[in-house]
């Protein structure tokens, strides 16, 4: 049997969100996932981390990082909300005068 993977306006449907933004814009999917994390953690659910990136190749992490990694996420913090409620003060200037690089989509 073969999970689906989930979609991004599943995930929000399913914890009562609605999608913000522009579907596919790089900035509005990450706010997006940001909420759907924050939402999450706010339920009580706990993030493990058990596996990276290396040279684009997907690994384990090793009980040392994992122990490092353990202890980083044990120390409480709003650094996600605090995040979020700032995503609409990035402004990141496009080639263009007087344009965003959301302006240049």
Do not use: W, Y
Request: one cysteine or more.
């Amino acid at each position: 049997m073969t999970l689906k993977k989930p979609k991004l306006l599943d995930m929000l449907a399913n914890i009562g969100l609605n999608f913000e933004g522009r579907h596919h814009c790089g900035r509005d999917d990450a706010k997006n996932l940001a909420r759907i994390v924050i939402r999450l953690m706010q339920d009580g659910a706990v993030f493990q981390f058990n596996e990276r990136l290396n040279a684009g190749k997907l690994e384990n992490i090793t009980e040392d990082e994992r122990a490092l990694l353990n202890g980083f996420a044990e120390k409480p913090s709003n650094s996600l909300q605090h995040m979020t409620d700032n995503f609409e003060d990035l402004s990141v200037t496009s080639d263009n005068p007087g344009e965003t690089s959301t302006d240049a989509r």
